[in-house]
């Protein structure tokens, strides 16, 4: 059982910058690839960034590239998204989740079966 908590979120100004962590509670971290998504208040959970096992291949949402860079420590078993530039329509619960299912693609991660999630964490961006 893995399990995954998620630290970093709360307000930011728009165009502001946010830096979420994802800690994972087993040292077989570096077997997952691992995903970021966020759900915003009334809206369907949407994909955000995935990045492989070794962190060698990674893959964004549209909306969020050139922004956001996904990134992982695999010796201290977190995940991190550093999110730049941020609008008023990112608001939305941030969580992540660990697949065991090998993905180095945008589709890979963004339909991959997810084994474990995190509780989510906050990000605020006032309009």
């Known amino acids: 059982q893995v399990q995954l908590v998620e630290s970093g979120g709360g307000l930011v100004q728009p165009g502001g910058s946010l830096r979420l962590s994802c800690l994972a509670s087993e040292r077989t971290f570096s077997r997952y690839a691992m995903s970021w998504f966020r759900q915003a208040p009334g809206k369907a959970r949407e994909f955000v960034s995935g990045?492989?096992?070794?962190?060698?291949?990674?893959d964004y949402a549209d909306s969020v590239k050139g922004r956001f860079t996904i990134s992982r420590d695999n010796a201290k078993n977190t995940v991190y998204l550093q999110m730049n530039s941020q609008k008023n329509e990112e608001t939305a619960v941030y969580y992540c989740?660990?697949?065991?299912?090998?993905?180095?693609?945008?589709?890979?991660?963004?339909?991959?079966?997810?084994?474990?999630w995190g509780q989510g964490t906050q990000v605020t961006v006032p309009s």
């Open positions: 990045i492989s096992w070794s962190g060698a291949n990674t």
């Open positions: 989740a660990a697949t065991s299912y090998y993905s180095a693609t945008y589709e890979d991660f963004a339909l991959a079966v997810y084994d474990y």
